[in-house]
């Protein structure tokens, strides 16, 4: 048996999504050890993709804009290295807004760019989290630790809520009330392989402000796919209320929602995926929160796109913060 004592490296990220892999490049550039868990089998967390057959969608988020100047600059280099490019500026009947971008071929691609030169461990959730004073143990599944100077959690806050109170972390009232006051909203997302062309026009993408679908796009229009395959979204007011129903009939009735928007082409097969937080509707103050600050233990960050806006750009920030923080108290 080895007597040699455990290894405790700088930071523990919990989530390889892009709050997490934000994080995780910032500070390992900085010569900080650093590993990611993530319980999801790849990374992006709700970038997502998804193949049917030869079908290949994007079913969480769809594009991103960059309204932020270090934002755009880190945007400018992805488009260099060919992980990203321009999607559109406007669809019909829409005025220009913010040029929206994609990743190439598919959103995760900008995740796995991210994740190239870090040390990610997949398939693997944090199920508990204690601390000894100096040193946070993430208890993880299966039956194994890490132990870290420091710890960002990036996932969705209700799940943190729950990872934080399996540990020693006592949280006061007041920070429990802070983060509860986070909210998101739900998503239903269909994706169905078709088996003629969609109608929908170019860019291959519509958003909707009012009824049961908020977003429909065609990944072959896109550019992520070969063959016609569409992204449906429901609204958040409908995913709410038939998250719980049977998902094979709510993607068949999405599907016919949809249809005045995607023509006659038959469908071939479909997949539904609900997003139990998909979008947070309500966020925090700050672009990342040092919990550790006011609380007897090693330093602790939140961050997500909960924390600098509720979006993909925001998660990126908000990842960034993180580092920061974790930097300056280190
Ligand atoms: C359907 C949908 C459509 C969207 N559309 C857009 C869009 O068009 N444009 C846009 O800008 N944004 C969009 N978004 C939002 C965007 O995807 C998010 O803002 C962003 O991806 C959030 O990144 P994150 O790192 O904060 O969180 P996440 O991506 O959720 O990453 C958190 C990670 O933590 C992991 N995790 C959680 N708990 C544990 C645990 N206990 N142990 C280990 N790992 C754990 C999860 O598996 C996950 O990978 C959309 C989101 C969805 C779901």
């Not at 932020?68 to 490019?85: D, P, R």
């Not at 958003?207 to 679908?213: C, H, S, T, V, Y």
């Not at 908020?214 to 979204?233: C, F, Q, R, V």
């Not at 709510?250 to 016919?256: A, M, S």
Request: charged share 20%; glycine share 8%.
């Amino acid at each position: 048996m080895s007597n040699s004592s455990p290894q405790i490296i700088d930071t523990v990220i919990i989530g390889s999504g892009l709050a997490g892999l934000s994080a995780a490049s910032r500070l390992s550039a900085q010569g900080l050890s650093v590993t990611v868990i993530d319980k999801g089998r790849g990374v992006g967390g709700r970038l997502a993709a998804r193949r049917i057959g030869d079908a290949v969608f994007d079913h969480g988020a769809q594009f991103f804009t960059a309204r932020s100047e270090q934002f755009k600059t880190c945007v400018n280099q992805w488009i260099k290295s060919g992980v990203a490019e321009q999607w559109y500026q406007s669809y019909p009947g829409q005025p220009n807004g913010h040029p929206r971008y994609r990743g190439v071929p598919t959103m995760v691609s900008v995740a796995k760019y991210l994740a190239k030169d870090q040390t990610v461990i997949q398939s693997t959730r944090a199920l508990e989290l204690n601390h000894d004073g100096c040193h946070w143990i993430v208890k993880l599944e299966p039956e194994e630790s890490i132990i870290a100077r420091s710890v960002i959690i990036t996932s969705p806050v209700p799940q943190t809520l729950d990872l934080l109170d399996k540990g020693n972390s006592q949280l006061t009232s007041g920070i429990v009330d802070r983060l509860q006051k986070i909210q998101y909203e739900s998503c239903i997302a269909v994706m169905a392989v078709l088996d003629a062309p969609s109608t929908l026009e170019d860019p291959g993408a519509l958003a909707l402000d009012e009824g049961p679908i908020a977003w429909i796009s065609d990944n072959h229009k896109k550019g992520a796919s070969p063959l016609p395959a569409l992204t449906i979204h429901a609204s958040g007011e409908f995913s709410q209320a038939n998250f719980n129903r049977d998902r094979n009939e709510v993607g068949k009735e999405l599907i016919e929602l949809a249809r005045p928007l995607f023509g006659s082409a038959p469908v071939n097969d479909f997949q539904v995926h609900g997003w139990l937080y998909s979008k947070p509707t309500t966020t925090d103050d700050e672009a990342s929160f040092l919990l550790s600050a006011s609380l007897k233990m090693p330093p602790l960050v939140l961050a997500g796109d909960a924390f600098a806006g509720p979006r993909f750009e925001g998660a990126v920030l908000s990842g960034w913060s993180a580092a920061e923080q974790i930097k300056d108290v280190l």
